[in-house]
C-alpha cells in the first residue's frame, strides 16, 4: 500500500469535523485503535491502518437515511488522501447495503473491527462500573450467540476475521486490548 496522505492529527480533525455524535466518534476512535494493532501483527503501516478506522464512517450522519450510498461519500472525500486500498475497504464494510463486495483481508478486518466495537462497548456496559477494565475476551465471545444482546452488532461481520485469519477469539481478546489502551478517549 502507498503511504497515507493524511497525518493522524488531520485524520482526527477530519473526524471531529465530520462527525458530530460523540458515541460515533468514540466508536470510529475504537475501529481506529483496532486497526492500529492488527497493523501491528503484520508489519503494515500502523499509521495507515488506523486512519482507514478513524475515517470509515466519515459519512455516516449524512447517509443516515441513504444507506446505499454510505460508505459510497466517504469515498468520494476522500479520494486522492488515501490509497485506493483504504478507499475500497472504506466502501466494502457496508458492501452489504451499497454492493460494493469485500475482496481482501484488509476489507474484510475493517469491517470485523468496526463491527466488535459495538459488542464490546456493550459488554462493557453491562459491568456496575460501565468500563472496559474488568471486562475479559470469553465475556465478550460469550455473547456473539446471544442475539438478544447488542441486536444491532452484525456477527457476521464480526465473523469476516476468520476469513482474514484469525480465530474470533483472538481477534476479540486484541480488540478488547486495543479498546482498552484507549479506554479514556472511549469514555470506557
Ligand atoms: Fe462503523
Known amino acids: 500500500m502507498a503511504a497515507c496522505g493524511l497525518t493522524r492529527d488531520e485524520a482526527l480533525?477530519?473526524?471531529?469535523?465530520?462527525?458530530?455524535?460523540?458515541?460515533?466518534?468514540?466508536?470510529?476512535?475504537?475501529?481506529?485503535?483496532?486497526?492500529?494493532?492488527?497493523?501491528?501483527?503484520?508489519?503494515?503501516?500502523?499509521?495507515?491502518?488506523?486512519?482507514?478506522?478513524?475515517?470509515?464512517?466519515?459519512?455516516?450522519?449524512?447517509?443516515?437515511?441513504?444507506?446505499?450510498?454510505?460508505?459510497?461519500?466517504?469515498a468520494e472525500r476522500l479520494e486522492g488522501l488515501l490509497p485506493p486500498e483504504c478507499i475500497d475497504a472504506i466502501k466494502a464494510h457496508n458492501g452489504e447495503n451499497?454492493?460494493?463486495?469485500?475482496?481482501?483481508?484488509?476489507?474484510?478486518?475493517?469491517?470485523?473491527?468496526?463491527?466488535?466495537?459495538?459488542?464490546?462497548?456493550?459488554t462493557a456496559l453491562v459491568y456496575p462500573d460501565r468500563k472496559l477494565a474488568p471486562v475479559e475476551p470469553r465475556a465478550v465471545v460469550k455473547r456473539m450467540t446471544k442475539t438478544g444482546f447488542a441486536r444491532s452488532v452484525s456477527r457476521e461481520g464480526i465473523m469476516e476475521c476468520e476469513?482474514?485469519?484469525?480465530?474470533?477469539?483472538?481477534f476479540v481478546a486484541l480488540s478488547l486490548e486495543a479498546m482498552k489502551s484507549i479506554s479514556e478517549d472511549l469514555g470506557l
Open 13 to 74: 480533525e477530519m473526524l471531529r469535523k465530520g462527525v458530530s455524535n460523540l458515541n460515533l466518534q468514540r466508536h470510529c476512535l475504537a475501529t481506529g485503535a483496532i486497526m492500529r494493532s492488527l497493523a501491528r501483527t503484520r508489519g503494515a503501516d500502523e499509521d495507515l491502518w488506523e486512519t482507514t478506522g478513524l475515517l470509515h464512517d466519515l459519512d455516516y450522519e449524512e447517509t443516515e437515511s441513504t444507506p446505499e450510498i454510505h460508505g459510497l461519500k466517504t
Open 98 to 122: 451499497n454492493g460494493f463486495a469485500r475482496k481482501t483481508d484488509f476489507d474484510r478486518l475493517l469491517t470485523a473491527a468496526e463491527c466488535v466495537t459495538g459488542l464490546i462497548t456493550a
Open 163 to 170: 476469513k482474514a485469519g484469525w480465530s474470533l477469539d483472538d
